[in-house]
């Protein structure tokens, strides 16, 4: 006779076993990626407070230095402003030999021939009035004004004969370029 095996509870052991076993892996794979994600999660947190607190030391610093920053600006006008001071002081300083010898040129010049009424510097431009007994003394200081290195290209602006004031006595005004040293003369129509 012919014996029959059941082999229905023998696969249903074997699915119930692979059923476990999956189940079991799947539980593990879901504990141990909760794990992993949490544990990522956690690390991501801790870089983020990092960065939070490097930015927060960052704006406390920069909230600290804007007082700083604005005394700095303060400070750095009022530097400038100290400079052009001193650069003017300075500029004065070195007018102040200058305008000696222009006047000490202007002298030389007059050969204490006629009196000198005035005298003015005006953007490089001097102008000069006076009395003279006659026009030849006018033509002659025109003349040595012509010659000076300070003075170029003098005009006369007027000649007015003051019968008042004695014969032959004349007003005048002379207009010129006051050359300082270093520096070229450019006439009117040069293009520098």
């Known amino acids: 006779m012919a014996m029959q095996f059941n082999l229905l509870p023998w696969r249903e052991e074997r699915r119930q076993e692979h059923f476990k076993k999956t189940r079991n892996i799947l539980v593990f794979g879901a504990v141990l990626g909760f794990l992993l994600g949490g544990g990522y999660y956690g690390w991501q947190q801790v870089v983020l407070s990092d960065h939070q607190e490097a930015l927060q ?4 610093k920069n909230t600290n230095l804007q007082p700083l920053l604005k005394e700095k600006k303060e400070l750095d006008g009022m530097k400038e402003l100290l400079t052009h001071q001193i650069d003017a002081i300075e500029t004065l300083q070195a007018n102040r030999e200058l305008v000696s010898h222009m006047v000490e040129e202007l002298s030389v010049a007059n050969k204490q021939e006629l009196f000198l009424t005035g005298f003015s510097l005006n953007n490089g431009e001097v102008n000069i009035s006076g009395i003279a007994k006659n026009d030849s003394q006018i033509s002659d200081l ?4 012509r010659a000076s290195k300070w ?4 005009r006369l602006l007027e000649i007015v004969s003051e019968p008042d004031k004695g014969e032959g006595i004349k007003r005048f005004s002379i207009v010129s370029q ?6 070229k003369f450019t006439k009117e129509g040069d293009n520098g």
């Open 142 to 145: 025109m003349k040595r004004l």
């Open 151 to 154: 003075y170029q290209e003098p």
């Open 57 to 60: 030391y960052i704006t406390d």
């Open 178 to 183: 006051l050359l300082l040293p270093g520096k």
